[in-house]
């Protein structure tokens, strides 16, 4: 039996991130990926590798959803990077369309090529519009502040704290990622489900970020959910296996690493 994962994401072009790693993701966990591309991001190596964003056009968008949806029946997606309120607006009517078994959300809230005014009108519809049909949700420090309204989470209180914040706001899961920048020689995550708090920690390795880490680790959920894993046992394998993906990173000319998805 074949188990479908779906992804609806930009795509960024060194491949480290975005919906290229998540395809790479559903296949190393044995899931059939179907993607539909939200937006195009281009680092541009003649300016310090900074961001340039060009999104689909929404109705692009909604056709893609239409023929993934009608070809096949999907019922775990992962959302990752939209981009603006009109991609937001058809992403949120077309998983409204149907029953989803699981909705994985990595609130991917601004890229560094968007405007600051545009970047926050996504931010807004993004939080009112998607958040709320999240099975599970996994923001970043970052996106953990921000969502939660915090200005600092330096302590595993913090993260619980920012979890349960966020969860009011609709998921019935939060998995907030301390990273790197997180203090400590740990990667510390925390996993809410609405009542309680479980803490996972694995060594940090190294102390830079790894291109597709956070993608890596939403995307890995996504196949577990897809192949029937509960959540609680889905965020754990998920956290291995990014793990592994980080210590196998793969290097080349641009400044950063990225994870390897097949490190496991």
């Known amino acids: 039996m074949v188990n479908f ?26 899931a059939y990926g179907v993607g539909t591309l939200t937006c195009i991001v281009s680092f541009d190596p003649k300016a310090n590798w900074s961001h340039r964003f060009v999104p689909v056009e929404a109705q692009v968008v909604a ?28 992403v949120a009517d ?3 369309q149907q029953q989803w078994r699981h909705i994985v959300v990595d ?7 968007q405007e600051p005014g545009a970047a926050l009108d996504t931010d807004t519809a993004l939080r009112r519009q998607i958040l709320p049909l999240a099975t599970v949700t996994t923001p970043n420090l970052f996106e953990a502040r921000t969502l939660a309204g915090m200005e600092e989470i330096s302590t595993v209180d ?29 990667a510390v995550d925390v996993l809410f489900d609405g009542d309680d708090a479980e803490v996972l920690r694995a060594p940090k390795v190294g102390d830079a970020r790894v291109a597709g880490a ?51």
């Open 94 to 96: 077309g998983l409204r």
């Open 158 to 186: 913090d993260l619980i704290e920012a979890a349960r914040r966020i969860a009011e706001l609709g998921p019935r899961y939060v998995v907030v990622k301390g990273g790197v920048e997180f203090p400590g020689d740990d």
């Open 5 to 30: 994962a779906y992804v609806i994401a930009g795509s960024e072009a060194t491949g480290g991130a975005g919906i290229q790693a998540d395809l790479r993701t559903f296949q190393q966990l044995g």
């Open 63 to 90: 056709d893609q959803i239409e023929a993934a949806t009608s070809a096949y029946d999907l019922d775990t997606v992962k959302i990752g990077m939209l981009g603006t309120p009109a991609t937001i607006d058809v």
């Open 107 to 113: 609130p991917v809230l601004i890229c560094k090529g």
């Open 214 to 264: 956070g993608c890596t680790l939403a995307a890995a959920i996504t196949a577990e959910l897809a192949n029937g894993s509960e959540v609680t046992e889905a965020v754990r394998r998920a956290k291995e296996f990014t793990t592994a993906g980080i210590v196998a990173r793969v290097g080349g000319n641009a400044p950063f690493d990225a994870v390897w998805q097949g490190g496991q």
